[in-house]
């Protein structure tokens, strides 16, 4: 338990909670494992025969599964020991040898730095409450010449559906630190010394009704969550397309990737030294 309801270790303790919780439910949510959406990451990342490839808050391995079909070595990070137990039965289900997992902070990756040709980070980057130091970290471990690819959620440029989208977030994963606007990941990349990404933006569907069952939220405010999704219909104060479709809500994650290449000079941030 963490007395203090604020704080790094507070925001890690919740961290650990939710994903303690949701390890199963998430390994098993089928969005995490489209194989449409996998091969996009995979392509921006371009993995050769000859790469070791580093995910980071790998939850249940999919990326780091998908990415050992094409390298040499593909080792998974997360902070959550069940996450990573759904990850180990991920890779043993789809015999994938090939890869490694390891339980460890974001902010402090246990690597040395110039270590991976690629490494990557899924749908995490609303949960750092410092996504700067965590991009900084990547870029660390990757070689000089390797490849940066962050994917995430991205909220709308409007602030009031940004915080809207937000505020459910909040209430559905208390862990959610939030999503930023497109704007905001292109500044990470140039505050970490990388050039220009290369951007490949896609949707995740979503449905009212799955997504609560899947979720945990504040104070088990099932209800809450339902009553904040469906008032964003009529004006779509979320800025996530909602509309109804029968009894139930649909909506989307408007989310992009970003892949961007470690250049040969790099300062100093980027080698840690």
Same mark, same amino acid.
């Given at each position: ?11 890690d ?35 050769r ?8 808050a ?19 990070? =997360? +902070?959550?020991? #069940?996450?990573? &137990?759904? /990850? ?10 090939? @890869? ?5 902070d ?22 750092f409450?410092?996504?700067a ?49 497109? =704007? +905001?990941?292109? #500044?990470?990349? &140039?505050? /970490?010394?990388?050039?220009?990404p ?5 949707? @995740? ?39 109804r ?29």
């Amino acid at each position: 338990m963490v007395s203090d309801s604020f704080g790094p270790d507070a925001h890690d303790a919740r961290i650990r909670e939710q994903f303690s919780r949701q390890a199963k439910i998430f390994a098993e949510a089928p969005e995490l494992h489209n194989e449409a959406a996998l091969a996009l990451l995979v392509e921006a990342a371009s993995p050769r025969p000859t790469d070791e490839t580093l995910d980071v808050a790998c939850g249940p391995g999919s990326v780091v599964v998908a990415m050992a079909r094409h390298a040499r070595h593909s080792v998974g990070l =997360d +902070a959550t020991a #069940a996450m990573l &137990a759904e /990850a180990r039965r991920l890779a043993e289900a789809e015999a994938v040898p090939n @890869v490694e997992w390891r339980q460890g902070d974001v902010y402090a990756l246990p690597f040395g730095s110039d270590r991976f040709d690629i490494v990557t980070c899924r749908f995490a980057f609303h949960h750092f409450e410092r996504p700067a130091v965590a991009l900084q970290e990547m870029v660390r471990v990757c070689k000089r010449g390797g490849s940066i690819v962050v994917c995430d959620a991205i909220t709308s440029d409007d602030p009031s559906k940004a915080e809207a989208f937000n505020r459910m977030e909040r209430l559905r994963d208390p862990s959610t630190v939030g999503f930023r606007p497109f =704007d +905001a990941l292109l #500044a990470l990349f &140039a505050d /970490a010394g990388l050039s220009s990404p290369e951007m490949r933006f896609f949707q @995740v569907p979503a449905e009212r009704e799955q997504m609560v069952r899947r979720s945990f939220p504040a104070g088990g405010d099932y209800d809450g969550l339902r009553r904040m999704i469906d008032a964003s219909v009529d004006d779509d104060a979320m800025g996530s397309g909602t509309r109804r479709s029968g009894d139930t809500v649909l909506f989307c994650y408007p989310s992009v990737i970003l892949s961007a290449i470690k250049p040969a000079l790099c300062r100093q941030t980027c080698s840690g030294t």
